[in-house]
């Protein structure tokens, strides 16, 4: 069975500081990884797709690596803002379906 | 493009009550999943859809829960009765067979 673990669990940095967000899975047979954010009762939406060829993805501010070997996926904020305050996830794509960590909450003190 | 819709938003029923969930997704998009979060915790998932197919429902509580995807499209989510444990948002997604996942907003139940 597939265990993925995000720390920490919470994370409060002032604005400007780049995060700096881990996840880390227990089998490397993945397909893709995916990292989400998630507002106070809203949906998931989609960051970044990291497939298991790719060892990192870029997206503006957000840059996310990739090992698959050592079972870890990093998330980078740079210049964090206000806005980016939020709950991060990351799941893997294996078995055909995603599973998921609980979860990074940021905040972001203006 | 619409993303995934689903609805209601919000649900609040009494215990042994039944309740259902609609979820429309993104055209095209012939992989369905519905997912469970509970607060605090990432979503799991209940059972995934390949065109019409349930092809994977080892997650799906059968006795109360039951779920449909007519002609490969729309899909409803059913739970009769409901129990305060269920309790939880349900998320309904889409994704190509093995593409990018997106989720809807969300429904939140709430059982008193």
């Known amino acids: 069975k597939q265990e993925v673990t995000q720390i920490p669990a919470a994370l409060s940095v002032p604005e400007g500081e780049n995060l700096v967000l881990n996840c880390s899975f227990t089998?490397?047979?993945?397909?893709?990884l995916q990292w989400f954010r998630q507002d106070p009762g809203k949906g998931l939406t989609s960051l970044l797709l990291i497939q298991s060829s790719q060892r990192e993805q870029t997206s503006g501010r957000l840059n996310a690596s990739l090992d698959k070997s050592s079972g870890r996926s990093t998330l980078y904020i740079a210049a964090s803002q206000p806005g980016d305050s939020a709950t991060y996830l990351c799941?893997?794509?294996?078995?055909?379906?995603?599973?998921f960590g609980a979860g990074t909450t940021v905040t972001v003190r203006a | 493009e619409a993303g995934v819709v689903q609805s209601p938003r919000y649900k609040i029923i009494e215990k042994k009550q039944p309740v259902a969930f609609w979820c429309n997704p993104i055209?095209?998009?012939?992989?369905l999943y519905w997912y469970r979060q509970n607060l605090g915790q990432g979503p799991e998932l209940l059972i995934r859809?390949?065109?019409?197919?349930?092809?994977?429902d080892s997650q799906l509580p059968k006795d109360r829960f039951s779920a449909e995807r007519l002609k490969g499209v729309d899909s409803t989510l059913k739970i009769q009765p409901a129990e305060l444990g269920d309790s939880a948002v349900y998320l309904c997604?889409?994704?190509?067979?093995?593409?990018?996942?997106?989720f809807g907003q969300g429904t939140r139940l709430t059982v008193v």
């Open positions: 859809y390949e065109n019409e197919e349930a092809v994977d």
């Open positions: 997604a889409s994704s190509l067979v093995v593409g990018e996942v997106f």
């Open positions: 089998d490397s047979a993945i397909y893709n």
């Open positions: 055209s095209g998009h012939n992989t």
């Open positions: 799941a893997v794509i294996y078995d055909y379906k995603l599973s």
